[in-house]
């Protein structure tokens, strides 16, 4: 066997003295997580349609790509990428891996397994993901930014490789989970783009995520609502907006959102899910109170609309969200990478008995 490895490597140095680096527009390639395909541009998530009607702070986090990734098939012994993006955005609480970089995964035949991440230095960028692997046809799933809008992306392999739309229909397209929800929902602060927690989930359950989280800005907006309802096919719906709203909105819209979003769908299974109980808040009382109130209102809310009839509601409680050792956040409320995989957990949880029951 070590000789084969050894025969193979001679093989492809050889080889690379004769090879280039060719590069694909990715438009020809399936681009998973979009609500609708009416969008402005290909890679953003909300329809043009929005655009004269919600308000201007969604419209442009709806240019972010969180939760958008594309799917193709190669046998090249290097993949690479070149991106062109938005903005140049920079934060001072979350990685530029996290906020405009791409992620790359390979299915191994029983999951799909991290490659490597394509690290961003500007507004365009040009990146080899990996290289030196043997010339073996994969499978890839590639994320696209959490943080930040891509108006062109191309794929680079060997030029005497081949790149080609998938062979496996994994993850399904078929009944996808809508994620909708605030800064956490959208990535904040995962270090790349593959550990938000929609993204997670897409791999764990080879299942289509939709990704509507807006930083700052899952306020229950009625649009929303009534966008994600038009996905009839959809298998469930995660409302996950608490951080964002204010008291009176949690009493005000909740009931009115699930209304609007109940309309042409009335039996698909929908998930409240609470706010995370906020670190810090074990020391600042007025967050705590803030925190608590809010996801009792929510529990209420949920409590209501049950006793109004409307069925296949499903609740997830903050207990565990994030587990109780206060080490799961960069700055008290945005989630680092363990936090997010917890999270996961917890939702996968909450998922696996909406699914038996």
Known sequence: MKKYYIFILCIMLAVSGYTQTQYYNALKFPLLGKITDTTE??????????????????????????????????NSTQISAKWDLLGDVNMNHMTATGI???????????????????????????????????????????????????TDISIGIDSTAFIDVPNLPYPSTKNPIVCYGTSITQGGCATRAGMSYTNILERRLNREVINLGFSGNGQLDYEIAELMGRRTDAGLFILDFIPNVTLEQVRDKTATFVKKLRTHNPQIPILFVES???????????????????????????????????????????????????????????????????????????LHKIKNR
């Open 41 to 74: 541009t290909h890679y953003e998530r909300l329809p043009a349609y929005l655009k004269t009607i919600c308000r201007p702070q969604l419209w442009q986090l709806g240019k972010n790509t969180s939760g958008l990734a594309l799917r193709f098939r190669s």
């Open 100 to 150: 405009k970089g791409l992620d790359l995964y390979a299915w191994n035949g029983k999951s799909w397994q991290f490659v490597n991440t394509a690290r961003p230095v500007a507004k365009n960028n040009e990146q080899v993901i990996i290289s030196n692997m043997l010339p073996k046809e994969r499978e890839y799933l590639l994320y696209l930014p959490l943080y930040n809008g891509v």
């Open 276 to 350: 995370i109980l906020f670190p810090h808040s074990a020391f600042d009382v007025k967050m705590y109170k803030t925190v608590t109130d809010k996801n009792k209102a929510l529990c209420q809310e949920y409590q209501k609309l049950q006793e109004e009839g409307y069925k296949n509601l499903y609740y997830l409680s903050a207990e565990n969200l994030i587990g109780k050792d206060e080490e799961t956040t960069v700055d008290g409320i945005h989630l680092t990478d363990l936090g997010f995989i917890r999270f996961a957990d917890e939702l996968q949880k909450a």
